[in-house]
């Protein structure tokens, strides 16, 4: 899911123009269900044409790290690991092999992954997928300096790679045989993501002679069922089937568009409009607040709101005043306004207060409702008793600065969370930063603010993308993304014990679970909400049968089909 290292900023601000990757729809294996899953009785062939109001930040799979790059991409370039496609959002948030025969063995100290190459793969122009083209893009992610390298410099010799400079070089910690399809991966240390960090798109697999450099302009090959026939940055890009998809089963199915055409078109406005009169067969950002009513009440239909796996909070630094008294942290807990600020959101946020979000490992839907200790959080907050609270900590009319940006709503969201302070005794003013620099800016230990916005969209479903947040271990003096300092040694250490469970167990996600109790009773953040995304289709779109939303990769248009 800014780099989605803040994905939050980049992956869902930049990638859909709004302030920043779950839950959907049930289904069957084939895809078919009732909200809509691309199923059995889908019409073949045809083109359609869709929108983007930003360019990709890349088109090339070592690089992309927005959504606007991802939510295509996923379906060119198939990593060794992946999800599955079905509409069912429990399953489909499971891990299954992708390119690979097997799910990974795995050594008894979670330093060694093992896997095998299907046989006979084709990229999209012809050429044989070789196993040793793994550790070529790996190579490619670590060598381009991609947002995504931080989760590989944990194999054994990626950093001896990166320091040598060569794009051709050897990582010590891969293995590849290309006659036999066996890949062997060591790491320096036990990672219990690292079978999620094999499904990311970053090392979807691409031909080994692949250079070193941005291929924007020139997508790669991939394996997928689509391939980029075109690609002209800030106007259009263009996604054919691919004819030498392989068969990789039911749960990894082909496309049923053969042409998809994206534009690039500024206004969101347009877009909507496009899309009502049948010009534009999807836009990738919701429908504008002002028109949004309208499509809500018309064309409903042909319109849904899908919670994804997203955290929005306010962190506050627990090394700085006021907020390094914990009732002072209770009481901005029990004042929030949380409804309040969500309706600055247009309704595209789902109020509640876990911090991890509804399709994580470890989380509680009770925890967003009837059991959040701060009270329900779709209803108003208890100021009095927040009041109350600042008056008797001795802090009423402490100033305070709060940190916001200038991407909308969160500018509206940054001062509107002021003046809820205000209501509980504080002096807050706001500061907005420019977009561009923000999470930059407030990681930085000579800034040191105090309170203000942030967020997070999921890399990948496991709960370490969220808690290395909040790791006390990950407290850095620059580049920092644990904003409020939050140093709790148990916690800390529940992250470090659970990382290294190499399996996703109930047991091991319900432990999860308890670290997420104990961060939200704690009152280390003040989390207030879950990201809702859209689908908006045209007319011509079989809405009911043909629409999957994905829990990691958001709207798949290898479910899409034609009336």
């Known amino acids: 899911m800014g780099k989605l290292g803040r994905r939050a900023l980049a992956l869902l601000l930049a990638a859909l123009s709004l302030s920043a990757v779950a839950a959907c729809?049930?289904?069957?294996?084939?895809?078919?269900?009732?909200?809509?899953?691309?199923?059995?009785?889908?019409?073949?062939?045809?083109?359609?044409?869709?929108?983007?109001?930003?360019?990709?930040?890349?088109?090339d799979p070592a690089l992309t790290y927005t959504v606007n790059g991802i939510e295509p991409l996923w379906l060119v370039y198939t990593p060794l690991l992946t999800y599955p496609?079905?509409?069912?959002?429990?399953?489909?948030?499971?891990?299954?092999?992708?390119?690979?025969?097997?799910?990974?063995?795995?050594s008894k100290d979670g330093q060694t992954y093992e896997l095998t190459l299907r046989p006979n793969l084709k990229y999209s122009d012809g050429s044989p997928v070789k196993a040793s083209d793994f550790e070529h893009e790996v190579g490619r992610v670590l060598n381009l300096e991609s947002g995504g390298s931080a989760f590989f410099l944990g194999i054994t010799g990626a950093q001896k790679y990166v320091d040598a400079g060569k794009c051709?070089?050897?990582?010590?910690?891969?293995?590849?045989?290309?006659?036999?399809?066996d890949i062997k991966i060591h790491l320096d240390a036990p990672d219990g993501s690292f079978s999620n960090v094999l499904a990311m798109w970053f090392v979807g697999l691409v031909p080994g002679d692949t250079p070193c450099k941005n291929l924007t302009k020139t997508p790669p090959p991939g394996v997928g069922p689509y391939k980029v026939t075109e690609s002209v940055p800030n106007r259009q890009f263009v996604m054919e089937k691919n004819a030498n998809f392989p068969d990789l089963g039911p749960e990894i199915p082909a496309g049923h568009i053969d042409k998809i055409t994206t534009k690039i078109v500024k206004s969101a406005e347009r877009q909507a409009q496009d899309v009502i009169s049948g010009e534009l067969d999807y836009m990738q950002d919701p429908p504008p607040a002002d028109i949004k009513p309208e499509v809500k009440a018309k064309y409903s239909d042909r319109y849904k709101e899908i919670t994804t796996a997203s955290t929005y909070y306010?962190?506050?630094?627990?090394?700085?005043?006021?907020?390094?008294?914990?009732e002072v942290r209770d009481a901005v807990n029990y004042g929030l306004d949380k409804p309040a600020l969500a309706r600055l959101f247009a309704g595209e946020v789902a109020p509640g207060c876990s911090f991890l979000p509804p399709g994580q490992p470890g989380y509680d839907k009770a925890l967003d409702t009837t059991d959040c200790p701060w009270g329900d959080p779709n209803k108003p907050p208890d100021i009095e008793k927040a009041r109350q609270m600042i008056k008797d900590a001795g802090v009423a009319g402490?100033?305070?600065?709060?940190?916001?940006?200038?991407?909308?709503?969160?500018?509206?969201?940054?001062?509107?969370?002021?003046?809820?302070?205000?209501?509980?005794?504080?002096?807050?003013?706001?500061?907005?930063?420019d977009g561009g620099v923000y999470f930059q800016t407030i990681g930085s230990a000579k800034v040191a603010p105090q309170t203000g916005f942030a967020n997070w969209f999921q890399d990948f479903p496991h709960p370490k993308n969220f808690f290395?947040?909040?790791?006390?271990?990950?407290?850095?003096?620059?580049?920092?993304?644990n904003f409020g300092n939050v140093d709790d040694p148990e916690i800390t250490q529940g992250i470090?014990?659970?990382?290294k469970e190499p399996t996703m167990t109930d047991a091991v996600a319900a432990k999860w679970g308890d670290l997420n109790k104990k961060l939200v009773e704690r009152a280390w953040i003040v989390p207030y909400g879950h990201r809702k995304l859209a689908t908006f289709l045209s007319?011509?779109?079989?809405?009911?049968?043909?629409?999957?939303?994905?829990?990691?990769?958001?709207?798949?248009?290898s479910s899409w089909c034609l009336k």
Do not use: W
């Open 25 to 59: 729809g049930g289904g069957d294996d084939n895809g078919g269900s009732s909200s809509g899953g691309g199923g059995g009785n889908a019409k073949e062939g045809g083109s359609i044409t869709i929108s983007q109001t930003s360019q990709p930040d890349f088109m």
């Open 85 to 106: 496609r079905t509409g069912d959002e429990v399953k489909d948030a499971l891990l299954i092999p992708g390119l690979a025969k097997d799910m990974p063995k795995i």
């Open 168 to 181: 051709d070089g050897d990582i010590s910690g891969i293995t590849a045989d290309d006659k036999t399809g």
């Open 314 to 326: 306010m962190f506050m630094n627990n090394r700085t005043p006021p907020f390094n008294k914990k």
């Open 398 to 433: 402490a100033k305070v600065t709060v940190y916001g940006n200038n991407d909308d709503p969160t500018d509206k969201v940054t001062e509107a969370y002021a003046d809820q302070l205000n209501k509980l005794g504080f002096k807050a003013t706001p500061k907005i930063l």
């Open 468 to 481: 290395f947040l909040v790791d006390g271990k990950s407290i850095q003096p620059t580049n920092n993304q």
């Open 496 to 499: 470090a014990e659970l990382n």
């Open 539 to 557: 007319e011509r779109m079989d809405f009911d049968n043909c629409n999957r939303f994905h829990p990691v990769y958001f709207n798949d248009y």
